[in-house]
């Protein structure tokens, strides 16, 4: 008889500490710590992160987070604008980075295993993920809540040096950590799915080390977890994990990196409508209508079409567009509230109206062919965007390490860290010679979650 499919990939979770390693594997995993150690830095001091940090406070009464404070804490900073990196259905490294991160901080870590256990946990994520002919927004459910723990709980087993038994109990735990809906994206509790899933992780793969055990075929039995998480599209419970008959995942599926702080499913109309910036250049009160052309699934996905908030506008397909034929770009800044609340972006928002484009994109579940806009004028001239198949970033639009780089020292800038940015992102370039990844500056900048916040930041939660 076959390992059941918990085995196999707890068996690679151990191995992943031996087996070879391509240098792209390696290179993307170093681009994916990166960028999302920028976007924490970038992140932690938002309002919701400081909120999450107080309350934490009030339910510890610690002068400190302790280890799963932390996960949770950096997890949600990671994830909290919107701008780290995607794939596989989700956003893996917002989930395995912090979760290495959090245990990086307390044990000896080097710089090489760390990124052996982030392949390992994204070669999970990704065994996962194909396993769903459908992806999981089509059941309501958020794929890196639900995901994420499991694949988190890998690599922080690999990082651990947990042994194969130990490594399926500690999947098996963190399968129960699984939650995130779809219904609250547009808030901030969508990045703490994020945190909570980092959370879970940490926790299933210490608690595992400390003899706790769980269901040896939790993810494949008949009421397994694939099964809970995809009940109506018959998932892929049996078949052998495709390691061994491929190089790692990351090294021919990296994650994208994002290039505007909302919604993945908006970047290509993004791309669209960044043609039309400098045509109409100071004309944009000539503009009557603007079509914007996309999936069914990405239109219910980006559902704010009047967004009263930062967060919404997350996720308003009007808002980035709108932002795009205005300022050419969407960044950090345009979320800002006076950036927001111009009258002119939001005269461009109440002119769009929606199509959906029916046809797919056969290689991605939920996208169309293309996504573009169009603009009709109020003389009643008609121009069309060219059509995006891949957003800037993508794994077939890749920037480079110079682009890496800029968002890095933008995100630093953003979180009040400019000074430290050169200096970090060479030594995490160079992260695999590091002997101690918890020896590099880098919790120093971490400082709303490394420490609770100070009353400077922002109002404290009422008493009680």
Known sequence: MSPSLTSQLARLAVDARTLPATSAALHHAKCAVIDTLGVMIAGQREPAV???????????????????????????????????????????????????????????????RFLRAYTAGYEVWGELRRRHPVLAHTAGWHP?????????????ACALDLDAVQTRHALAIAASQSAGLVANFGTPVKALHIGRAVQGA????????????????????????????????????????????????????????????????????IESARQFHHQFDGKLPEIARITLVTSRRHSDILRFRRPVDRMQCCFSLEFAVAATLLDGTVTLASLSECSRQRPALRQLMARCQRQVNPEPDVNRDGFAAADWIEVTTAGGEWRRGQPIMHAAGDVPASLGDGYLRQKFIDCLLWGGELDAAPPLFDALMNMEAVPRVGDLPLYSLLTATDAWPGDNIAPGLPPG
């Open 50 to 112: 400081v909120q999450l940090a107080r309350t934490l406070r009030l339910a510890t009464d610690a002068p400190a987070p302790d280890r799963l404070g932390w996960a949770m804490l950096s997890g949600t900073a990671a994830h909290i604008l919107d701008y780290d990196d995607v794939a596989l259905g989700g956003h893996p490294s917002a989930v395995l980075v912090p979760a290495l991160l959090a245990l990086a901080r307390q044990i000896p870590l080097p710089g090489g």
């Open 144 to 156: 890196s809540g639900i995901t994420g723990p499991i694949a988190a709980a890998a690599a922080c």
């Open 202 to 269: 940490v926790l299933a793969g210490l608690l595992a080390q400390h003899g706790m055990t769980g269901n040896g075929r939790v993810l494949e039995q008949e009421d397994g977890w694939l099964t809970t998480f995809s009940p109506h599209h018959g998932p892929d419970r049996l078949s052998p994990i495709a390691y061994g008959r491929h190089d790692w995942l990351l090294a021919t599926r990296p994650p994208a990196i994002k290039c505007y702080p909302v919604c993945y499913a908006a970047h290509r109309a």
